[in-house]
């Protein structure tokens, strides 16, 4: 074996260079060694492994910047091992976990031990996100620029807003000095207290504690205006209602650095999906309404809203197993994340290309990351899909350790053949 | 009474005549009498190194030291200064007394006032005490310290420290570094520097640099090592340990290791650099001990010496203005 190895008669999509055709990818020492458009390579030595690939789709790895696991400290939930074999199953090579774990990612040695153990595992590649204040409590600033040279890709406190916004600022203003990017969960807390869905006829009608909308809206407002004050940069994680993205459309018209992400449940689901009262469907934020929804996926379309994110949150059966106010909120989705997005393509709502840049070179090139992209040079972290292939989904037979999927018992279409990671395949094959 | 002592007439030459009649702020004053002030103290330097100390410039004055924040060496400082000009000196404390039962500055003021001062030295907490205060006495009110306004006496103690040190301060390049937010003693040293001709950079995280404190006329940089580079001098503020734990900066190992002055960071700065500190010093926090012991850079024990110098100079030409009203 040379250790070279060609994927020919494949179906190359890459977002990052625009192009989607027929074509074939070399892979040498872990690194795309060469990409051919149009047809096959030519001649290759003999000792080559060759993937024919029938015609399916190639694409780069998938890039998931929100992924929860239980590690360290509630590994009952996931562990980063049980999360990144969902991963590789579902086609995404990169995750970046968040850091409000037990204890929180907020100094260095966590970070560094996160990054110890995703080598040991060796399977996808795993970065963690920093906390922006100790404990992911809002109250005091963590150890930013310690945490950023230790390798944490961004800083965030994940579900909790900061509210104490003289906090927020400092720590927009600190992270901006480190090149440290912040993320930032737009909910106001005292609208949002309690509820467990969003308000509206549905919740009224179900009897559910609701929060409005516009509790995204306010927050988001604030922290928009924060970045005005600072000129720091802002990831909005997870853009929801139609209100918010009117506000976040008026400051990127105005020249702010801000980037926005939605999840694939918001993109997928609405209120009316609880049904009878399906915690499995219980996220957070809530899921909201169609018209909510309809905009999302708008803002995705036209490419206001540049990145999708699993918003991967294992929970398991003992927390979802509740009457719904009381159940833990959360969907496991590393596994689904890329035929739940492939609907949209299948709908004719989306363009391939467009959806796939959400997943791959868009959160690449946000996080300064050389993968994501079918460029010679670039790692080899690739999938294979059929992207007609139906699938039905067992939440049992998910590889996450929490079965948490609200997507359970649907059809989609798309299937992960092979999952490649530096040259290694992970999964299938 | 005294024997004058050797060098005592050549210092009274320097002596000019100050148009002021208080000391409140770097700002107030102008190249000349900087330059005349820094002259005077010069010569106050070898007097204070001389067996015997004490003039007579002073007799007959009454100076009080009204320090409502506590301050040893600078309220020391000041007390030796007017001892060895002569004068009758009162240490007054009232935070420990009076401003505790309900006294407002102003009325603390009335009352000390009608003791008949000469000079009034004031240490307050808050921006602004000093001329508040200046303006309800008939006596000369000096600024030691007015909350995160200014301490005008350390620039000036500053600035003939580094006089000596380099022959010069028109050219110098000064690295202010630290907790500037919060620092009186930056303010004066960037009004007076400039005035003096110096560049002067602020370095330090965002969160302890003023908001729009670009627009005074200085560089400001967020890495250490790329506002250090090439300085002549750098000098380091104190940092209060508990706006380090996460609210103003994360923690104090983090602060160290991107704002703290070591060997590594100060090789980035000219050969012939020097270090400063208004004291009192973290040790490990924003300066390693290494280099603020190490006398061949730093400038910290000169610094103090000259403190007394600097302040007699001040007392001095306060002093012979009030005997012109007189």
């Known amino acids: 074996m040379s250790g070279v190895t060609a994927f020919v008669n494949v179906r190359l999509v890459d977002p990052a260079s625009g192009y989607d055709g027929p074509g074939s990818l070399i892979v040498a020492e872990g690194v795309i060694a060469d990409v051919v458009q149009g047809g096959a390579p030519k001649a290759l030595a003999k000792d080559v492994e060759i993937i024919d690939g029938k015609g399916a789709m190639l694409l780069p790895g998938l890039v998931d910047i929100r992924v929860k696991t239980g590690e360290p400290g509630s590994e009952t939930k996931e562990t980063l091992k049980s999360a990144a074999l969902a991963a590789a199953a579902g086609g995404v090579t990169s995750m970046v976990v968040q850091p409000d774990t037990h204890p929180a990612v907020d100094e260095p040695s966590v970070v560094d031990f996160i990054l110890r153990r995703a080598r040991d595992i060796e399977l996808v590649k795993v970065y963690p996100a920093g906390a922006a204040t100790k404990g992911a409590q809002g109250q005091r600033m963590a150890e930013i620029g310690l945490m950023a040279e230790a390798g944490c890709l961004y800083i965030t406190d994940a579900d909790r807003p900061i509210v104490d916004s003289k906090v927020l600022r400092r720590v927009l203003s600190y992270a901006k000095a480190f090149g440290v990017l912040v993320a930032h969960r737009p909910a106001d807390p005292w609208l949002t207290a309690g509820a467990a869905a969003s308000e509206g006829e549905f919740a009224s009608r179900m009897g559910l504690p609701g929060s409005p909308a516009i509790a995204e809206k306010i927050m988001l407002e604030r922290d928009l205006a924060l970045v005005e004050l600072t000129g720091a940069r802002l990831l909005v994680d997870q853009l929801t209602t139609a209100d918010a993205i009117q506000s976040f459309r008026r400051a990127r018209a105005k020249g702010l650095p801000v980037t926005a992400t939605t999840s694939i449940n918001h993109l997928s689901f609405n209120e009316i999906d609880i049904g009878d009262y399906r915690t499995f469907c219980k996220v957070e934020p809530p899921l909201r309404s169609e018209d909510d929804r309809q905009a999302v996926i708008e803002a995705v379309a036209t490419g206001l809203i540049e990145i999708v994110v699993s918003a991967h949150a294992p929970a398991p059966a003992e927390d979802k197993r509740l009457p719904y106010d009381e159940a833990a909120p959360g969907a496991v989705g590393l596994q689904t994340l890329l035929p739940a997005l492939l609907t949209f393509h299948h709908e004719g709502r989306i363009p391939l290309i467009d959806l796939i840049r959400t997943v791959t070179s868009a959160p690449a090139d946000l996080l300064g990351l050389p993968q994501g992209r079918l460029a010679k040079g670039a790692p080899a972290d690739l999938v294979l899909c059929d992207i007609n292939a139906p699938i039905l989904i067992d939440a049992d037979k998910l590889l996450s350790k929490s079965k948490n999927s609200p997507f359970d018992g649907r059809r989609l279409q798309g299937k992960v053949l092979r999952t490649v990671v530096d040259g290694r395949t992970v999964f299938g094959g | ?326």
């Open chain 2, 1 to 326: 009474m005294n024997t004058a002592p050797p060098g005592l007439n050549e210092v009274l030459q320097r002596t000019f005549s100050f148009p002021k009649k208080h000391f409140l702020s770097a700002t107030d004053l102008n190249e000349v009498e900087v330059a005349n002030l820094l002259d005077l103290a010069d010569g106050f330097v070898s007097l204070n190194r001389q067996t015997s100390k004490k003039l007579d410039l002073l007799k007959g004055r009454t100076l009080m030291n009204l320090f409502f924040e506590n301050s040893t060496r600078t309220q020391s400082s000041f007390e030796l200064a007017g001892k060895r000009l002569g004068a009758d000196v009162v240490n007054m404390s009232p935070r420990s007394s009076s401003i505790s039962k309900g006294e407002t500055l102003i009325d603390t003021a009335v009352t000390l006032n009608a003791m008949q001062p000469d000079l009034l030295v004031v240490r307050h907490a808050s921006s602004g005490a000093a001329s508040l205060l200046s303006q309800k006495v008939s006596c000369s009110v000096v600024n030691a310290g007015d909350g995160q306004h200014e301490h005008p006496t350390q620039a000036l103690l500053d600035a003939l420290s580094m006089r000596r040190a380099f022959g010069r301060i028109a050219g110098l390049k000064v690295a202010i570094c630290g907790d500037v937010m919060h620092s009186r003693v930056a303010r004066s040293n960037i009004a007076l520097l400039q005035m003096l001709g110096a560049e002067v950079r602020l370095v330090g995280p965002p969160t302890l640099i003023p908001p729009q404190a670009d627009r005074w006329n200085v560089a400001i940089f967020h890495d250490m090592r790329e506002g250090i580079a090439g300085c002549d001098v750098v000098m380091m503020l104190r940092l209060q340990l508990e706006r380090m734990d996460g609210v103003m900066a994360p923690s104090q190992r983090e602060y160290f290791r991107f704002f703290g002055l070591d060997r590594e960071k100060l090789a980035c700065a000219a050969p012939h650099v020097r270090v400063m500190h208004p004291g009192p010093m973290n040790r490990g926090v924003e300066i390693d001990s290494d280099v603020a012991d190490d006398l061949s850079v730093s400038l910290i024990q000169d610094q103090v010496e000259m403190g007394v110098a600097a302040r007699m100079a001040v007392l001095t030409s306060l002093a012979a203005r009030l005997e012109n009203d007189r």
